[in-house]
């Protein structure tokens, strides 16, 4: 992915300074890679869904997934945004340092929530909850939920997969 980035002029989407690539991540990574990212996407989403209600299976041939890589260095971010279009997103961390910001918050898209402080309540009435992100770790989230990533402040590259799931 560095040396993509270092190579491929970046996209542009929600990323504020930094690099993005096409959408294609995962064919460009090749085998086996790609395939075994793309399984551990649709398992990562299917455990998720599958935690908070019953469902039925799709067929493998309906679901399509596309992915793409960001790399933040020191001082880059991603605006708040949503992905249209698909149920499920996801982000896989591959590489950052810990405790160097970077963090992906989310804003609870129901702005009558902010009335309700309610111990159940993740967004507990602030209307935003930031996760701090760790190498390895997958997100799975709808994907109409509005979410960012606050300045990155490391030294070596923040590295992700983003993902969503048709």
């Not at 996407?41 to 799709?58: K, L």
């Not at 279009?85 to 929530?113: H, K, M």
């Amino acid at each position: 992915i560095l040396k993509m980035s270092s190579e491929i002029p970046s996209k542009y989407n929600s990323n504020e300074g930094g690099w993005q690539s096409d959408r294609d991540i995962l064919t460009k990574l090749g085998e086996p890679f790609g395939s075994q990212l793309a399984q551990m996407f649709i398992d990562s989403v299917r455990a998720a869904v599958g935690s908070v209600v019953e469902m039925t299976e799709p067929e493998p041939s309906k679901l399509s997934i596309d992915a793409w890589a960001n790399v933040n260095q020191r001082g880059n971010s991603n605006a708040l945004h949503i992905h249209p279009g698909c149920p499920w997103s996801g982000s896989y961390y591959v590489a950052l340092e810990p405790n160097c910001a970077g963090e992906i918050y989310f804003q609870d898209p129901r702005t009558t929530a902010l009335m309700n402080n309610h111990p159940f309540n993740p967004f507990n009435a602030t209307n935003h909850v930031s996760i701090k992100p760790e190498p390895g770790m997958m997100l799975i989230f709808p994907s109409f939920v509005f979410h960012g990533v606050k300045p990155y402040q490391g030294n070596s590259p923040r590295i992700m997969i983003a993902f969503n799931l048709r």
